[in-house]
Structure formats: C-alpha cells, structure tokens
C-alpha cells in the first residue's frame, strides 16, 4: 500500500480539525467523543490520534485554528486602514467581534482556559492577537501617540481587558447588546491610554 504524500496527510489533518471545531464550537470539547470527530471527518479513530496524539493535542490543534482565525479577522479590518489609531480601534472592534462569534465562543473562552490551562491559552493568544496589537502599539509609539515604554504595559491591559470584555459579551444573554456595550467601554479605555 503506497504511503500518503504530505499533502494528503495535511489535508487529512485538516478535515480532522474542521470536523473537531464544528463539533466542539456546538457541544462543547467534554461533550465530543473522539469517535464522532473522526466519523464528522471521514476518517478513522485511528487516524485522529495518529495526528494528533490525544483528544487534548486535537483541542490544541482546534483552539490554535480558531484563534488564527481571530487574527485573521483583525487583519481583515485592518487591511489598508492607514492610520496607526483607527487600525488599533478597528482591530480591537474585530477582535471582540470575532472571539464571540459562534465559531469561536466555546472553543476559544470557554474549553481553552479549562482544557490547555491558562499558560497554553495565552500562548496562543500572544502568537496570533496579541501579537497584531504589538504592532500597533509600537507604531504608535513610533508616533508619539503611545509611550515607548508603556507598550508592553499597555499591550498586557488592553488584551486582558478584551479577553475580559469577551468573555463578558459571551455570557451575556443578548451577545449583540453586550458586545456594544463592551465595545463602547473599550473605546472609552483606548483613549485613556493615548499620550
């Protein structure tokens, strides 16, 4: 039997993950066997832990995916905003956005902390929001807008009071009122942090 090539071994794992995240995103990672992962994906039991090892190393893979995603969206409402302060506003208002939605909500704030622990769950935020509002900060403080020395500070403030913010919104009874609401708040918060 001819071995697969990486790209079909990739695709495979992809399959496995989407299949994971609509799953988890719905029910929640305790309420998803491993067995109805690899039916959603088409594939074996056998394969899912040959990619990934463990029911916790395909959250992993899952939360990363999602997380990127909320990356992805950020630089989405970023893309051609020319000026360092609307982008900061526009990404944060993504940010919210996109953390709450409903395929992001359960996996992102609510099974991560839980399942990988808070150490890995910040990790994975540093590696793809919180890396995007470094960036900014720092050209705005290349600016003069924000103190050079107050970036990391206010890089650790601002993204404890968004994940904050949506884990509030995520809870709330009517996301779509929270999340304007949170989003006011926020705005107020930002030009707190404006030299």
């Not at 993950?17 to 609509?22: D, I, K, Q």
């Not at 690899?38 to 090892?53: D, E, K, S």
């Not at 999602?66 to 360092?84: F, H, K, L, N, Q």
């Not at 990790?123 to 900060?137: E, H, N």
Request: charged share 25%; proline share 3%; glycine share 10%.
């Amino acid at each position: 039997m001819p071995r697969r090539t990486k790209a079909q071994s990739e695709a495979t794992a992809a399959a496995i993950v989407a299949a994971a995240r609509g799953l988890y995103a719905e029910r929640g990672y305790a309420s998803v066997a491993v067995e109805e992962v690899a039916a959603a994906g088409g594939v074996t039991r056998g394969a899912v832990y040959h990619h990934f090892g463990s029911g916790v190393g395909l959250f992993a893979a899952v939360h990363a995916d999602a997380t990127a995603g909320i990356a992805v969206a950020i630089e989405r409402a970023t893309d051609g905003v020319r000026d360092p302060w609307q982008s900061l506003e526009a990404g944060c208002r993504a940010f919210l956005a996109a953390a709450v939605a409903d395929d992001a909500r359960q996996v992102v704030l609510v099974d991560g902390p839980a399942v990988l622990g808070w150490e890995r769950w910040r990790d994975d935020d540093a590696r793809s929001s919180g890396r995007l509002l470094d960036q900014v900060l720092e050209e705005l403080a290349a600016d003069g807008l924000v103190r050079a020395a107050d970036v990391p500070a206010t890089s650790a403030l601002l993204s404890g009071a968004m994940n904050e913010a949506a884990l509030w919104v995520a809870a709330a009874p009517d996301r779509d009122r929270a999340l304007g609401q949170a989003w006011e708040a926020l705005r107020r918060l930002l030009r707190g942090v404006r030299a």
